[in-house]
């Protein structure tokens, strides 16, 4: 029998490559998708239903006609510079959107969630690699929307018995090793599509933010980890809720940190092409370094990030930009 899995933001980056790990692991992925933000063309392993999550009667016929097993839940806002500026948005997207969609599994009787959490709800580290019993300060709206998320799982665990995974992600990174996904954000804030659009000549330069910090290079470090190897987490997550039926919250990240400059370096290897850069100063709140301790994925999910070594992030996604081109 066919088994569909809900996916909130499916037509998204990251949503759009677990769609196609599920397909390939048996499972049906039906995609729910506002398209703020997500593509209609990233959907391609199930059905496609154009939607929001706050809409009630979208949702209740999805569980109707589908009766999906568990839900993984993506859509959201991901700015956090914009969730200074516009809080509002963030937590009726974020926060509200999510009870809407779980008022809706618990009335339609769905007992399984993976949330995309992020290191966000850390705030600035104390402590690291970040273990998952780090205090959650989280410095942003964005970031507290994600954490106040995961407490309200904790209540609907507590009053409902809803189980849920919370992954908390490092930086997504890469794209889908045969070509068919990648990372399409508009606006794009991340470091390695930025880097790439520089050297493909589509930006004029990347600007690197701090070139003074603590570390040893004096560019910020952070922990990327391929967006297929995130996939990957989601099946396995859902096939432990399905086994273990305890709720978690669970980094997701290879506890290796990369410096903005060694990203540059390997996107001129890679492309064969410089990067231009322009020095910035420090952006307000980015820690010098964000590494994952990821041995809580290993043992409870059995997770192993396979594609995550630097060259595999940045073959893929330049392959992904370069290939898509225009002339
Ligand atoms: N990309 C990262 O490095 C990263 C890191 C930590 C956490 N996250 C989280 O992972 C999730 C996915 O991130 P992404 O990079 O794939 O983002 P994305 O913007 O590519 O995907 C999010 C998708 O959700 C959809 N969406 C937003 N609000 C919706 C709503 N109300 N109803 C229906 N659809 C809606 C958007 O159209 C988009 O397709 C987000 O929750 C984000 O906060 C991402």
Same mark, same amino acid.
């Given at each position: 029998m066919e088994q569909y899995i809900l996916v909130t933001g499916g037509a998204g980056y990251i949503g759009s490559h677990t769609c196609k790990f599920l397909h390939e692991r048996g499972y049906t992925p039906v *995609? %729910?998708?506002? %398209? *703020?933000? +997500?593509?209609r063309s990233a959907v391609k392993w199930g059905p496609f239903i154009e939607g929001d999550i706050h809409d009630q009667g979208v949702l209740g016929r999805i569980f109707s006609e589908y009766s999906p097993a568990a839900v993984i839940h993506f859509a959201a806002f991901a700015y956090v510079g914009e969730s200074m500026l516009a809080p509002g948005r963030y937590y009726r997207n974020n926060v509200a959107g999510t009870l809407s969609l779980l008022e809706s599994m618990r009335q339609n009787g769905c007992p399984h969630l993976v949330f995309s959490s992020s290191c966000a709800t850390y705030g600035l580290p104390e402590t690291l690699p970040l273990v998952e019993s780090h205090p959650r300060k989280p410095i942003s709206p964005y970031g507290r929307s994600k %954490?106040?998320?995961?407490e309200i799982l904790q209540d609907y665990d507590s009053a409902h018995g809803l189980k849920s995974v919370s992954l908390r992600y490092f930086n997504a990174a890469g794209a889908d090793l045969a070509g068919e996904l990648g990372e399409d954000h508009a606006p794009e804030t991340h470091l390695i599509p930025l880097a790439v659009a520089a050297a493909l000549g589509t930006r004029p330069e990347l600007q690197i933010f701090g070139t003074d910090y603590p570390t040893a290079d004096g560019t910020a470090v952070r922990d990327f980890v391929h967006v297929t190897d995130l996939a990957a987490a989601h099946v396995q997550a859902l096939e432990f809720l399905a086994r273990q039926e305890t709720s978690q919250a669970i980094n997701l990240g290879t506890g290796r940190g990369y410096s903005v400059r060694e990203i540059v370096r390997e996107v001129g290897r890679v492309s064969g092409r410089e990067v231009p850069v322009v020095r910035k100063e420090r952006r307000a709140g980015d820690p010098p370094v964000l590494v994952a301790d990821a041995a809580?994925? +290993?043992? %409870?999910?059995g997770w192993r990030p396979t594609r995550s070594d630097l060259p595999t992030i940045i073959s893929s996604a330049w392959k992904w930009h370069a290939g898509r081109r225009p002339g």
């Open positions: *995609v %729910l998708d506002n %398209l *703020v933000y +997500g593509h %954490l106040m998320v995961e809580k994925a +290993g043992r %409870l999910l």
